[in-house]
Nanobody, 115 residues
Framework: QVQLVESGGGLVQAGGSLRLSCAAS????????MGWYRQAPGKQRELVAT???????NYADSVKGRFTISRDNAKHAVYLQMNSLTPEDTAVYYC?????????WGKGTLVTVSS
């Protein structure tokens, strides 16, 4: 069983930065593909960024050049550095993990960007 716990959300002004963290339990972390998703009020959940077990990254067009996903296999953690935040980035951010055919989700952390 894999459990994911997000942290680092909060209130920030437009133009500011936040760093989200996701701590994962279990011994298979280094084999898992990890990702960050977000869901804004009234909208569907959308992909923000992913990082494979091998370290390859992928970003949504809306965050390219502003957000950076990274992982630390020794700490069983994945991070999302978010810079140049805008009110449109306001959402609940979820950490996700995929291993073989199973997907795991955290409960999310709220990011609010004020204008």
């Amino acid at each position: 069983q894999v459990q994911l716990v997000e942290s680092g959300g909060g209130l920030v002004q437009a133009g500011g930065s936040l760093r989200l963290s996701c701590a994962a339990s279990g011994s298979i972390f280094s084999f898992m593909d990890m990702g960050w998703y977000r869901q804004a009020p009234g909208k569907q959940r959308e992909l923000v960024a992913t990082i494979t077990s091998g370290g390859s990254t992928n970003y949504a067009d809306s965050v390219k050049g502003r957000f950076t996903i990274s992982r630390d296999n020794a700490k069983h953690a994945v991070y999302l550095q978010m810079n140049s935040l805008t009110p449109e980035d306001t959402a609940v951010y979820y950490c996700a993990a995929k291993y073989v055919f199973k997907a795991y989700w955290g409960k999310g952390t709220l990011v609010t960007v004020s204008s």
